[in-house]
Antibody, heavy 113, light 112 residues
């Protein structure tokens, strides 16, 4: 069955880089796009970026200078890296398979010293 | 970037009542391939979002048929025909016609 699972540190210091991994199963990254979405506590969903089946990417305009999404097809993993973290980046981070019918459970990331 | 404007921000309903949520886009969501990539999601408290409707009006597998989607171009609507208690949560529209993709701000459905 289709599954996605996010992993990464729960706490990141300000100005540091966040690295998250989305490990997928039940489908191929060459057949479905995978997006990253985040949600600050008590707020709405924010689309961060996508890696398409061909490996190209697109990013949220406000985040693109800090954000990078990549993948390892052989390991069925999608990676998110975002630098220069600030407290406003505290959020639950989700990965989701297009068209949005499968989501991971999310990983809560707190940016604090 | 495409801006999706959802209204109302909050909706109070009784069980059995029919309700509608509007999602208006700042530009047409009709893709050059003829599809319109406008989806509706429901997020219950403490849960990841769940896909309800994709391509404007197609019901995701397993979703009750009291949910329906309609619209075209820049104007879209989600209708719930007979709210049930399990429908409470926050509804989002999301477009993936134009990169970067974007979400609406959400509509919170509460019990009156």
């Amino acid at each position: 069955q289709v599954q996605l699972k996010e992993s990464g540190p729960g706490l990141v210091q300000p100005s540091q880089t966040l690295s998250l991994t989305c490990t997928v199963s039940g489908f191929s990254l060459t057949s479905y796009h995978v997006s990253w979405v985040r949600q600050p506590p008590g707020k709405g969903l924010e689309w961060m970026g996508v890696i398409w089946t061909g490996g190209s990417t697109a990013y949220n305009s406000l985040l693109k200078s800090r954000l990078s999404i990549s993948r390892d097809i052989s390991k069925s993993q999608v990676f998110l890296k975002m630098n220069s973290l600030q407290t406003e980046d505290t959020a639950t981070y989700y990965c989701a398979r297009s068209p949005g019918n499968y989501w991971g459970q999310g990983v809560m990331v707190t940016v604090s010293s | 970037d495409v801006v999706l404007t959802q209204t109302p921000p909050t909706l109070s309903a009784t069980i059995g009542q029919s309700v509608s949520i509007s999602c208006r886009s700042s530009q047409s969501l009709l893709h050059s391939n003829g599809n319109t990539y406008l989806n509706w999601l429901l997020q219950r408290p403490g849960q990841p979002p769940q896909l309800l409707i994709y391509l404007v009006s197609r019901l995701e597998s397993g979703v009750p048929n009291r949910f329906s989607g309609s619209g075209s171009g820049t104007d879209f609507t989600l209708k719930i025909s007979g709210v049930e208690a399990e429908d409470l949560g926050v509804y989002y529209c999301v477009q993936s016609t134009h990169a970067p993709y974007t979400f609406g701000a959400g509509t919170k459905l509460e019990l009156k």
